[in-house]
């Protein structure tokens, strides 16, 4: 079982899914680690109530990059209802990780709340700013670079 998450770990550095930007997009957030200044940006297309497109890019170390790449392929191709019921989930699951090992799943779990929550701001007003989420969990800076 290991070696098969290491497997998918090494898989999603090496071929990062979904890093990019979407030039159109029905929703947009930010996460962002105040501690560190780390940032990820998640933005999403729907098609038929789905999540038809997703991508992220960050400012942040490469397991950052790992946990956005696994984050949107498993989002991709659900409801929004689905894709914030997993995230909920994956933050729930964090709370047994050690902090400085789950702030980058929770950044990238932050900026795609801060995305629904400006999707749900663009019905109201079609010219709503891209909101931000803070994140907690404090990333150990000895690991942390400006990848990407």
């Known amino acids: 079982m ?4 290491v497997s998918v770990f090494i898989d999603h550095m090496n071929s990062p899914r979904n890093y990019g930007k979407l030039e159109s997009y029905d929703g947009c957030g930010i996460g962002k680690n105040p501690q560190n200044g780390e940032s990820v940006i998640v933005y ?5 109530a789905l999540i038809n497109e997703i991508a992220y890019q960050v400012k942040a170390c ?3 990059v790992v946990s956005g790449s696994i984050f949107t392929d498993t989002v991709k191709g659900v409801s929004l209802l689905e894709a914030q019921t997993l995230t909920n ?3 729930e699951s964090l709370e047994s990780v050690p902090e400085e090992e789950a702030a980058c799943s ?3 779990a932050a900026a795609f709340l801060a995305a629904l929550e400006h999707y749900e701001n663009l019905k ?3 010219d709503a700013l891209m909101v931000t989420k803070l994140t907690a969990k404090e990333c150990n800076p000895e690991i942390a670079d400006e990848s990407k």
């Open 89 to 91: 989930i994956m933050l």
């Open 2 to 5: 290991q070696d098969e998450m």
């Open 106 to 108: 929770e950044i990238v």
């Open 44 to 48: 999403f297309k729907l098609k038929d």
């Open 124 to 126: 109201i007003d079609k």
């Open 62 to 64: 490469s397991t950052t």
